[in-house]
Protein backbone atom coordinates (compact mmCIF):
# COMPACT_ATOMS: atom_id res chain seq x y z
CA UNK A 1 0.00 0.00 0.00
CA UNK A 2 1.64 3.28 -0.76
CA UNK A 3 1.58 6.36 1.34
CA UNK A 4 2.24 9.12 1.42
CA UNK A 5 2.60 11.55 4.66
CA UNK A 6 3.01 15.18 5.28
CA UNK A 7 4.19 16.64 8.47
CA UNK A 8 5.13 20.30 9.25
CA UNK A 9 2.14 22.37 9.45
CA UNK A 10 0.94 24.96 11.73
CA UNK A 11 -0.17 28.49 12.78
CA UNK A 12 2.53 31.46 12.10
CA UNK A 13 2.63 34.91 11.83
CA UNK A 14 2.86 36.97 8.29
CA UNK A 15 6.69 36.78 7.50
CA UNK A 16 7.86 33.65 9.14
CA UNK A 17 8.84 30.26 7.30
CA UNK A 18 7.90 26.69 7.77
CA UNK A 19 8.99 23.78 6.32
CA UNK A 20 6.67 20.95 5.12
CA UNK A 21 8.35 17.13 4.91
CA UNK A 22 6.52 14.21 3.53
CA UNK A 23 7.74 10.73 3.16
CA UNK A 24 6.69 8.33 0.86
CA UNK A 25 6.01 4.81 1.71
CA UNK A 26 5.18 1.11 -0.33
CA UNK A 27 6.83 2.13 -3.17
CA UNK A 28 9.80 4.45 -4.65
CA UNK A 29 9.72 7.25 -6.63
CA UNK A 30 13.33 8.07 -7.16
CA UNK A 31 12.48 7.80 -10.58
CA UNK A 32 9.70 9.91 -11.43
CA UNK A 33 8.51 14.02 -10.25
CA UNK A 34 7.13 14.99 -6.84
CA UNK A 35 5.34 18.02 -6.21
CA UNK A 36 3.06 20.32 -3.29
CA UNK A 37 0.00 21.14 -4.14
CA UNK A 38 -2.27 23.57 -1.50
CA UNK A 39 -6.29 24.21 -1.40
CA UNK A 40 -8.21 26.61 0.32
CA UNK A 41 -12.44 25.71 1.28
CA UNK A 42 -14.53 26.11 -1.86
CA UNK A 43 -11.57 26.20 -4.52
CA UNK A 44 -9.82 24.10 -6.62
CA UNK A 45 -6.60 22.04 -5.39
CA UNK A 46 -4.00 24.65 -6.93
CA UNK A 47 -0.45 23.65 -7.70
CA UNK A 48 2.65 25.26 -5.62
CA UNK A 49 5.43 23.34 -6.82
CA UNK A 50 7.32 20.46 -8.42
CA UNK A 51 10.77 18.78 -8.62
CA UNK A 52 12.12 16.24 -11.21
CA UNK A 53 13.25 12.79 -10.54
CA UNK A 54 16.87 14.06 -9.76
CA UNK A 55 16.34 17.08 -8.36
CA UNK A 56 17.90 18.88 -10.97
CA UNK A 57 14.59 20.64 -12.36
CA UNK A 58 12.31 22.62 -10.21
CA UNK A 59 8.85 24.45 -11.43
CA UNK A 60 7.03 27.03 -9.40
CA UNK A 61 3.44 28.80 -9.07
CA UNK A 62 3.94 32.55 -9.71
CA UNK A 63 2.69 33.58 -6.02
CA UNK A 64 5.30 32.00 -4.57
CA UNK A 65 8.72 32.11 -6.84
CA UNK A 66 11.92 33.27 -4.49
CA UNK A 67 9.72 32.09 -1.03
CA UNK A 68 9.26 28.67 -1.59
CA UNK A 69 12.22 25.84 -2.25
CA UNK A 70 11.07 22.18 -3.29
CA UNK A 71 13.70 19.86 -2.60
CA UNK A 72 13.75 16.00 -2.41
CA UNK A 73 15.73 13.10 -1.15
CA UNK A 74 15.99 10.54 -3.00
CA UNK A 75 17.04 8.00 -0.20
CA UNK A 76 14.65 8.83 2.45
CA UNK A 77 11.98 8.76 -0.64
CA UNK A 78 11.02 12.37 0.64
CA UNK A 79 9.99 15.32 -0.87
CA UNK A 80 10.18 19.12 0.95
CA UNK A 81 9.00 22.75 1.07
CA UNK A 82 10.41 24.94 2.68
CA UNK A 83 8.24 28.36 2.63
CA UNK A 84 9.69 31.57 3.86
CA UNK A 85 8.11 35.13 4.21
CA UNK A 86 4.97 33.54 4.42
CA UNK A 87 1.86 35.61 3.90
CA UNK A 88 -1.93 35.48 5.07
CA UNK A 89 -2.98 34.05 1.30
CA UNK A 90 -0.49 31.57 1.73
CA UNK A 91 -2.83 30.00 4.13
CA UNK A 92 -4.62 26.42 3.32
CA UNK A 93 -3.96 22.95 3.25
CA UNK A 94 -0.84 21.43 1.35
CA UNK A 95 -1.10 18.63 -0.21
CA UNK A 96 1.72 16.08 -1.14
CA UNK A 97 2.04 14.22 -5.00
CA UNK A 98 3.61 11.86 -6.36
CA UNK A 99 3.97 10.48 -10.34
CA UNK A 100 4.13 7.08 -10.71
CA UNK A 101 4.98 7.74 -14.41
CA UNK A 102 8.43 9.49 -15.93
CA UNK A 103 7.27 12.38 -17.76
CA UNK A 104 9.64 14.85 -20.29
CA UNK A 105 8.46 17.46 -17.89
CA UNK A 106 7.18 18.58 -14.73
CA UNK A 107 3.30 18.08 -14.48
CA UNK A 108 1.29 20.93 -12.45
CA UNK A 109 -1.91 19.60 -12.64
CA UNK A 110 -3.71 17.12 -10.52
CA UNK A 111 -4.48 14.45 -13.01
CA UNK A 112 -0.60 14.21 -13.48
CA UNK A 113 -0.18 12.92 -10.16
CA UNK A 114 -1.33 9.56 -8.76
CA UNK A 115 -0.64 9.68 -5.35
CA UNK A 116 -1.84 11.71 -2.43
CA UNK A 117 -0.79 12.52 1.07
CA UNK A 118 -3.34 13.72 3.50
CA UNK A 119 -2.60 17.03 3.78
CA UNK A 120 -1.20 19.30 6.00
CA UNK A 121 -2.64 22.50 7.49
CA UNK A 122 -0.84 26.04 7.54
CA UNK A 123 -2.36 28.89 8.39
CA UNK A 124 -0.71 32.51 8.98
CA UNK A 125 -2.30 35.12 10.86
CA UNK A 126 -1.71 39.04 9.50
Known amino acids: QVQLVESGGGLVQAGDSLRLSCVAS????????MAWFRQTPGKEREFVAAIGWSGGSTYYHDSVKGRFTISRDRNKNSVYLQMNSLKPEDTAVYYC???????????????????WGQGTQVTVSS
Open 97 to 115: AADSFSRLRLGTSTNEYNY
Open 26 to 33: GRTFSKTA
